[in-house]
């Protein structure tokens, strides 16, 4: 006879099978790195060319360096604090991460939320022409500026490597990050390509397709080579997003993938993750999904291979180690 097993404890034996068949187990890129990290939350930055003084944290390892650089771009009414997470996970890596403050910067002194900016323009004034250009030419001038953060931080000096650097960024901030890897936007009308030659790889969390708004049309990625990682969730809907409607969605954050030409191309889609799941602050998704985690984790992979040459970070990202790592958790899409 066979005995009937009650409907609830089915239940929990599949939530927990479930659970299990989405928990990342541990690699290379998920275990902290062998570096002390510290961080320096105010660094004072000068662009004498347009008059402009940048606020920046810097997060580092401690250890004889060389080593590569990451900007990040924060999102819209956001700041330097934003994605503390991955920059610390990269920072233990060997990585300095160096996060400018941009003009919608929120001025609370609490992360989370929106808070209050320091644009009085608010969004609309920050999507207009010259407020995306200036955000972008933020990064320029920080790249302009790395003499500037090794007087500040004397534990730096001969430490930044500048000969690797990449630009991350999460939405507002993708944009900017997107634009440094050579995807062209409009500057009065016409399109621009605004991308800057020391950058080596982007990487651009929730970043826009086709947008009125931020002045990207249906050709601006076509001639976009410099290498990327674009990571998006299948529940990821930020706005302005497209032309005609308020809301993009996970087809829409596809684009930039969609739209590059090959070579060293990657799309993560990770499964439940929102516009806000990415930076660490909302936990793990239901499912049991750490949307936070393997942004960093898989973030680390994309530029172990792309700043510091990694051939074993190449293979793992472009094989099926990858692909059976994530598993049920998200999808690792590839055009090399």
């Known amino acids: ?54 606020e920046a944290l ?35 890596h060997g990585y300095i991460v160096i996060h400018p403050n941009h003009a919608d910067a929120r001025i609370d002194a609490e992360v989370g939320g929106l808070g209050r900016s320091r644009s009085s323009g608010g969004l609309s004034g920050a999507l207009g022409s010259g407020g995306r250009i200036e955000r972008i030419k933020d990064v320029t001038s920080v790249l302009d500026a790395l003499d500037q953060v090794e007087t500040a931080i004397p534990a730096l000096h001969g430490k930044l490597d500048a000969n690797w650097i990449a630009v991350a960024g999460h939405s507002f901030g993708a944009y ?31 970043a826009q397709g086709e947008s009125q708004n931020y002045g990207l049309t249906a050709e601006s990625w076509f001639d976009a080579r410099t290498p990327a990682l674009h ?3 299948t529940r990821d809907r930020s706005a302005p997003d497209r032309p005609g409607g308020p809301f993009g969605d996970v087809n829409t954050k596809k684009i930039p993938f969609e739209r590059s030409p090959a070579g060293g191309k990657y799309l993560l889609i990770i499964e439940g993750a929102t516009h806000v799941s990415f930076g660490g602050k909302l936990g793990r ?9 393997l942004t960093k984790y898989v973030s680390l992979a994309f ?5 510091k040459q990694n051939a074993q970070a190449k293979a793992w990202l472009d094989g099926e180690e990858a692909t059976n790592w994530l598993g049920r958790q998200a999808s690792l899409q590839r055009k090399l």
């Open 1 to 54: 006879m066979i005995s009937r097993i009650p409907l609830a404890l089915l239940f929990l034996i599949h939530y927990a099978t479930y659970c299990t068949s989405v928990a990342a187990q541990d690699s290379a890129y998920s275990a902290v790195g062998e570096h002390k990290v510290i961080v320096v939350h105010t660094v004072k930055l000068q662009d004498k060319k347009r008059n402009k003084n940048i």
């Open 58 to 92: 810097v997060r580092y390892p401690d250890g004889a360096g060389p080593f590569p650089i990451v900007v990040f771009s924060h999102g819209s009414f956001a700041n330097k604090e934003a994605f503390g997470p991955a920059s610390a996970h990269w920072a233990s």
């Open 176 to 206: 900017v990050a997107q634009c440094h890897g050579g995807v062209k936007t409009l500057v009065d009308g016409k399109p621009e390509n605004l991308s800057d030659s020391r950058v080596k790889c982007v990487v651009a969390i929730s």
């Open 231 to 233: 990571i998006t969730g």
């Open 285 to 293: 998704l239901r499912g049991g999904v750490d949307a936070a985690g």
């Open 303 to 307: 530029l172990d291979a792309f700043l």
